[in-house]
């Protein structure tokens, strides 16, 4: 079955430091990957869809030049949260659609990240 | 029985039991709708998906009810087993509009011995 893997599962940096986080799709090609963000007892909110060779599409409310999306392949989006501060700590999680739009789709394990 | 927490409601039933948990959506345009389980940790695990032109889906143990006129969702999972305890959520999404899927707010599923 289509697998998203997501690295790194989980990571601790310091204010103002800056942290990358990647995305990929094992046995399939995607030309759209989405990021989400998951705060304790939440559910998950939707921050951006990530375009293979173009520009990141933010949802209102999500800081574009904090959140640094680049989706260079078809198999690889990045997420990289720019001067990190300790209210951006959550766990951050990726999808992707194996197939046509409308059918399925499938979610890394997550990335829990810690600022201190 | 149901309660409601500070962020997520827990259903609370008894192992052997069926559970239903209840989903109201958002968007009276959304056509396809999805239900996932997440575990402590980890991201959500697709169970079974529905499209707006029917109004009932099985699968192994899960079935989806769809109720465009309200714009509620329900899943049900016969026999529950310790092993499904956890937050499951429902999701929506407009195919002819984007890709994007949005989430609903959670229930957990608690399961008493």
């Known amino acids: 079955g289509a697998v998203v893997s997501q690295h790194p599962s989980w990571v601790i940096c310091k204010s103002g430091t800056s942290v990358k986080i990647e995305c990929r799709s094992l046995?399939?090609?995607?030309?759209?990957m989405f990021w989400y963000r998951q705060f304790p007892k939440q559910s998950l909110m939707l921050m951006a869809t990530s375009n293979e060779g173009s520009k990141a599409t933010y949802e209102q409310g999500v800081e574009k030049d904090k959140f640094l999306i680049n989706h260079a392949s078809l198999t690889l989006s990045t997420l990289t949260v720019t001067s990190a501060h300790p209210e951006d700590s959550s766990f951050y999680i990726c999808?992707?659609?194996?197939?046509?739009?409308?059918?399925?789709?499938?979610f890394g394990s997550g990335t829990r990240l810690t600022v201190v | 029985g149901e309660s409601v927490g500070l962020h997520l409601p827990t259903l609370s039933v008894q192992e052997g039991d069926n559970s239903i948990i209840n989903c109201a959506y958002s968007n009276s345009a959304s056509d396809y709708f999805i239900w996932y389980k997440q575990e402590s940790g980890k991201g959500p695990q697709f169970i079974i998906d529905?499209?707006?032109?029917?109004d009932k889906r099985q699968g192994q143990r899960v079935t989806v009810l769809l109720n465009k006129t309200v714009k509620h969702l329900s899943l049900q999972i016969a026999a529950t087993q310790p092993g499904d305890s956890a937050v499951y959520f429902c999701a929506e999404n407009i195919r002819v509009r984007d890709d994007k899927i949005i989430f609903g707010k959670g229930t957990r599923l608690h399961i008493l011995p």
């Open positions: 046995d399939f090609q995607a030309t759209t």
């Open positions: 529905i499209r707006s032109n029917m």
């Open positions: 999808s992707a659609r194996p197939g046509q739009r409308g059918y399925g789709y499938t």
